[in-house]
């Protein structure tokens, strides 16, 4: 789930710089309908069962996160030198597609017991060994479950971007509840001035985040012509995979499904796109799991990066989920170079967030093909 960089970075001047040399190496493929590439990274996974324990005193960790299905436990830590989300889990395939997306990822063993005794509430045993060497045993008792508590909507920021904890059925943690990290010993605390449970139990639950970062995408192959079975084959930083794909189209909108192939939680993900002027633009995007929803709505539509554009624009959006029409919202402002797009978002709403900032981007960078038809001097100054 995770990637960094708040600070302003270098988007435009990248984006530009390998441009010029896309521009040079392939005007065949120029010519090909543009890859309707996200200038943002969006997460969504479902989660059957939830646990969460804040840590105020801990040295290293803030908060311990489990998340667990019919597959197992995959454990996460809060650190507090880096504010950066540590993931462990015994799977190499989430440890893979997490790394791949700029997140602090580990594989190890964990160990993880769920019992019940006879008409009484869940508990759950969980031990593994972070990657420091230090042993964590963490033994959490369910209190009373809440079918609808309120908020529904846990929101938290880090440096691993701004998230959206759709958790309505959810209870404390009960007695008998501890967690040791090496040779310290916690017992969960009280907050005085946050929406959230010290430590809580949630079922049914969802995890929306936006990671702030520049993703670099190369069009492996791209249709002809943009018609129904069109089809666009990426090959992104770390070696991931994307297919786009129209699912619908018309003279003034399209639908496209977007497969992240080396992701085995990445959600069924749909761009709704709007034709303006001769290119499509941005007017929704929606993540589906097991039947929740997760939108970003952007009004007026946003612009997608093309490589015979620069330009700049203000945007409005909107964050939903299921039932809820507008967990966050606020302004985008959009600047595109050749072949890229550079977005800083600010937040208006809800109010813990009014102020932060989150930025986010896209380069899209020549690929193989590209490179074989690399001649003249410039393109060539370009691969040294």
Not at 279 to 305: A, K, M, R, V
């Amino acid at each position: 789930m995770y990637r960094e960089q708040f600070l302003r970075s270098g988007i435009i001047s990248v984006g530009l710089l390998m441009y010029v040399f896309f521009w040079n190496a392939a005007v065949v493929l120029a010519q090909s309908p543009e890859a309707p590439l996200l200038p943002m990274n969006v997460e969504f996974r479902y989660v059957p069962q939830y646990l969460e324990e804040s840590i105020s005193d801990d040295p290293l960790y803030a908060r311990i996160e489990a998340l667990v299905d019919e597959n197992g436990c995959d454990v996460i830590l809060l650190e507090k030198s880096t504010n950066r989300e540590a993931f462990y889990s015994f799977s190499k395939r989430r440890v893979d597609a997490q790394a791949a997306n700029g997140g602090d990822a580990y594989i190890t063993p964990i160990g993880f017991t769920a019992f019940r005794a006879k008409d009484s509430s869940p508990a759950f045993v969980i031990h593994f060994q972070d990657r420091f060497g230090n042993q964590i045993l963490w033994k959490f008792a369910v209190g009373e479950i809440v079918p609808h508590a309120s908020p529904k909507v846990i929101f938290r920021t880090d440096n691993s971007g701004i998230g959206f904890l759709y958790a309505s059925r959810r209870a404390p943690s009960a007695d008998g509840t501890t967690l040791k990290i090496a040779d310290r010993e916690y017992l969960p605390k009280s907050k005085q001035s946050d929406d959230a449970l010290a430590a809580f139990y949630a079922t049914e639950m969802t995890i929306g985040q936006i990671l702030p970062g520049t993703d670099f995408w190369s069009v492996e192959s791209s249709p002809a012509d943009l018609v129904q079975t069109a089809k666009w084959n990426l090959g992104g930083d770390g070696g991931r995979l994307r297919t786009l794909a129209v699912k619908e189209l018309s003279s003034t909108e399209a639908s496209i499904e977007q497969f992240d192939l080396n992701d085995p939680d990445a959600p069924h993900v749909i761009l709704s796109l709007v034709r303006v002027n001769d290119t499509y633009e941005l007017s929704s995007l929606s993540c589906e799991s097991h039947f929740n929803t997760f939108w970003i709505l952007f009004s007026p539509s946003l612009p997608l990066p093309v490589h015979t554009v620069e330009d700049k624009k203000v945007v409005t959006f909107t964050v939903a989920e299921n039932e809820q029409t507008n967990m966050a919202s606020g302004v985008l402002d959009v600047q595109r170079a050749v072949g890229a797009e550079h977005v800083l978002w600010r937040f208006e709403t809800p109010s813990f967030a009014r102020g932060i900032t989150l930025e986010t981007g896209v380069n899209s960078i020549p690929n193989a093909r590209a490179q074989a038809t690399c001649t003249n001097q410039d393109c060539l100054d370009l691969l040294r």
